[in-house]
């Protein structure tokens, strides 16, 4: 994929899965997202008082979010986007907000149980990324 298809198929989609590591011990989550400039944005959402998320955040150094589509054996998409985990700090949470809003998708999570504390904010600045197209589209 061109970068120019790159960035139209994370601004598109929304949802991926965000991979962490500490040490040995991997760490994969569905996750939603908002992209914008060559950032993806994360809120990491609290229902445990020692979230795993943000204990996995903290240690890794190059984080990888898969982002896909597939439609059939042929007709397919997927990114890998690597780079490293920044917390965002309330004095940009306009800025992780307006991303998130463009196109990032929010599940009904009142199954989960009651959040505990705040929500986490977290963005993921693109250091290499990878674009792969089915035969479809090729």
Known sequence: MSDAQIDTFLTEQGTGVLALADGDAAYAVPIS??????????????FADEPRKEAYAETTETA??????????????????????????PDR?????????????????????????????YALPIEEVTGLLGQDYV
């Open 33 to 46: 997202f908002g992209y914008e400039d060559g950032r993806c944005y994360f809120a990491f959402f609290r």
């Open 64 to 89: 990888c979010l898969a982002v896909y589509d597939v439609e059939s054996m042929f007709r397919w998409k997927s990114v890998l986007a690597f780079g490293p985990l920044e917390p965002v700090g």
């Open 93 to 121: 949470w306009d800025e992780v907000g307006a991303a998130m809003g463009e196109n990032a998708w929010s599940p009904d999570l009142s199954s989960m149980g009651p959040r505990r504390g705040t929500v986490g904010t």
